[in-house]
């Protein structure tokens, strides 16, 4: 049974770091595009940042410059460092394995992101 966990939400103020893992059972994610994704409220699902299974990474233009999206295979866990949080960052993130060549398509269950002072 293929799981991801993610981690590592909470409440932070403006201009703070928040760093939330995916941690997956099931598969490995060396095999598979990672994404996160967020969910703000009244606002439809926003793709955040991808890394490749090559390791080339593409990020939102609203979290360019402050987001990093890295892999470890060793503890097959994607991490998604977010620095320099805005109040706008708010919402439900996402992890998200896809491999459309073999019919993987895994989501967590979300950890919610709040930035407010």
């Known amino acids: 049974q293929v799981q991801l966990v993610e981690s590592g939400g909470g409440q932070v103020q403006p201009g703070g770091s928040l760093r939330l893992s995916c941690a997956a059972s099931?598969?490995?994610?060396?095999?598979?595009?990672m994404m996160w994704h967020r969910r703000v409220p009244g606002k439809q699902r926003e793709l955040v940042a991808t890394i490749t299974r090559v390791g080339g990474t593409i990020y939102a233009d609203s979290v360019k410059g402050r987001f990093t999206i890295s892999r470890d295979s060793a503890r097959n866990t994607v991490h998604l460092q977010m620095n320099n949080l805005k109040s706008e960052d708010t919402g439900i993130y996402y992890c998200n394995a896809l491999n459309l060549a073999i019919g993987g398509n895994y989501w967590g269950q979300g950890t919610q992101v709040t930035v407010s002072s």
């Open positions: 099931g598969i490995r994610l060396s095999a598979y595009s």
